[in-house]
């Protein structure tokens, strides 16, 4: 466990609307320097766990500390140290790119000539310093991306927070994205993100959480999380358009567990090519073979039963 | 420092610095037409048989044209743009994620549309000016008029705009509320000249309570008492509007 003060420290916090149940009482502690990931799918309360910690949403029960401060009373004073990276875009497309930065500084009440030096920097760091003067609609979808990246970091945040900050992107600029965020991280911003990518969350996070219906079904370093909930690698089979009932059952007993999906076979062992020898040992022709690491996506299939990104 | 809702009028100055001149121009052309077209045109009709006395059909109609025109930029800025913000841009959900609270949302943005009709009325009652409608100084006093009346519009109408889900309802809104306002609240025909019960609702539009105020003003005409009561009235939807505007921005944006 990290050391010191938990920057965010939240106990039993439940938010509740009529009555759908969006966060079932979690416990999460959020510590200063680290990169803290909520990883789940669609609706398991990841956004609504983000929305409170931003002070946009109050909770239904439970306490949350947000640097040492309440959100329902301190909320102007906590959110003028956050940086806020929604998830969905919400630019000001009558502003240029630069002007976007620099009302935005306003907010929190930055001199005018600090906010222009600022943006520019902020501009460089994102590498939009020769779209300044641009226009935001022409942008793609990573450079606004990037761009509301850099309106979060107008205050100097202490704690940045990210939902799903690569959703919708190619895989070139997300991974633009990872390489600004992880040199944010070692500048020493603590970062808050949300995903459903488990490779983000791998790439991203020193510790997370996996979140399923509100709940938190499992927690720590993407590494111990894979070490403690699955094997070292999987072994997927596929066997064309065929039913794979009969093949499953031949599996069985083969590596240290066997996991029906409804396209592939997952073989979970710590030896992956073993496991694949062996299966072809039980007389089974699968149409592809493939031994790989295993991942978080393995770790959420375990503890939800269900994949990933449905 | 400055206060937070200046900050939030000046991300709106800053994107009004590029569109001024077309919005300026507008609110130059529109008075210039009305002026032809009623005061020229209709006017000699109108002046011909007698009805208003006195008074000339131009110096009537012009305070009227200049409330209206209030009316209708308050509620041109108070529609889809507050809405857009929310649905389309989604810069309000921006804003409340930093040191902003509602109020300074809501005032800001109140602020930059209470500049907005100033500008607007102003030029307006410089272009009839130009054409030799404006007889008194006290003229200037439509101006905070037209303050009031636009936040007696604006306000109820962003209440309004943040709670829709689509833009149908303000086509809605302007047929059969701000057309017919400005058709019969005053602005064009004295109010005494229809049946009792489209009377009762002119009064109660906050437009005919501008529309008087403006004229007293032109024509230097009204009495004191009275002329607080327009303006108190004007001010009591302004207040219960920016009330209902606060509830209605917090419930969209805080949840």
């Not at chain 1, 420290?9 to 200063?32: H, M, N, Q, T, W």
């Not at chain 1, 894979?226 to 997927?236: G, M, P, S």
């Amino acid at each position: 466990m990290p050391a010191g003060q938990p920057l965010i420290s939240a106990r039993s916090l439940v938010k509740r609307f009529g009555e759908l149940v969006a966060v079932d009482g979690i416990d999460v502690d959020v510590y200063p320097g680290e990169a803290f990931g909520f990883l789940g799918p669609n609706g398991a309360g990841k956004s609504s766990t983000m929305r409170m910690i931003g002070c946009v949403s109050t909770a239904t029960a439970g306490t949350l500390r947000v640097l040492g401060m309440d959100p329902r009373t301190d909320g102007v004073a906590i959110r003028a140290r956050l940086g806020v990276c929604p998830q969905q875009d919400s630019l000001d497309p009558e502003l240029t790119v630069r002007e976007n930065l620099t009302t935005y500084a306003r907010y929190f009440g930055v001199p005018r000539r600090v906010a222009r030096a600022r943006a520019d920097e902020l501009l460089e760091f994102v590498q939009l310093a020769e779209r300044a003067d641009s226009k935001v609609d022409p942008l793609s979808g990573g450079m606004k991306r990037r761009l509301t990246i850099a309106r979060a970091l107008v205050n100097e945040p202490q704690i940045v927070l990210l939902d799903e900050p690569t959703t919708g992107l190619d895989p070139q600029a997300r991974h633009l994205v990872w390489e600004r965020l992880f040199r944010l991280k070692q500048q020493g911003v603590t970062l808050v993100l949300t995903t459903h990518y488990m490779d983000e969350a791998e790439q991203l996070c020193d510790r997370l959480v996996v979140m399923d219906n509100g709940r938190i079904v499992g927690e720590g370093s993407p590494r111990s999380l894979i070490t403690e909930h699955v094997t070292r690698e999987v072994v997927e089979l596929r066997f064309g358009d065929e039913p794979l009932d009969a093949p499953a059952s031949k599996l069985a007993g083969l590596g240290e567990r066997v996991e029906v999906l409804p396209d592939r076979i997952l073989v979970y062992a710590s030896d992956g090519d073993a496991a694949a020898a062996a299966v072809h040992e039980r007389q089974l022709t699968p149409s592809s073979v493939l031994v790989r690491r295993s991942t978080l996506e393995d770790v959420f299939l375990h503890l939800t039963g269900r994949t990933l990104v449905d | 420092m400055a206060h937070p809702t200046l900050a939030v009028l000046e991300s709106d100055l800053v994107a009004y610095k590029r569109t001024w001149r077309g919005s300026a121009l507008s609110s130059f052309i529109l008075p210039a037409l009305f002026m032809l077209g009623f005061g020229v045109g209709v006017g000699q009709f109108v002046d011909a048989g007698g009805r208003l006395g006195q008074v000339s059909y131009v110096d009537y109609i012009v305070p009227g044209m200049l409330a209206s025109t209030a009316m209708q930029v308050a509620f041109g800025e108070a529609t889809w743009p507050v809405m857009g913000r929310f649905i389309w841009i989604r810069t309000y959900h921006a804003m409340v994620a930093a040191p902003l609270r509602i109020i300074d949302i809501v005032t800001g943005d109140l602020l930059f549309v209470l500049l907005r009709v100033v500008v607007s009325t102003g030029v307006f009652l410089a272009v009839t000016a130009a054409f030799g409608a404006v007889h008194s100084v006290w003229s200037l006093a439509t101006l905070p008029v037209a303050v009031l009346l636009g936040m007696a519009t604006a306000a109820p109408v962003f209440a309004f705009a943040a709670v829709v889900e689509t833009d149908s309802y303000f086509p809605l809104l302007m047929r059969f509320v701000v057309i017919p306002m400005s058709l019969f609240a005053g602005v064009f025909f004295p109010v005494e000249s229809m049946p009792f019960g489209l009377q009762v609702l002119a009064y109660v539009s906050p437009l005919w309570h501008g529309v008087e105020l403006c004229r007293a003003a032109t024509l230097g005409t009204g009495q004191l008492t009275p002329l607080l009561g327009h303006a108190a009235y004007l001010a009591l939807w302004g207040l219960v509007g920016f009330y209902l505007a606060l509830r209605s921005f917090r419930r969209r944006l805080v949840v």
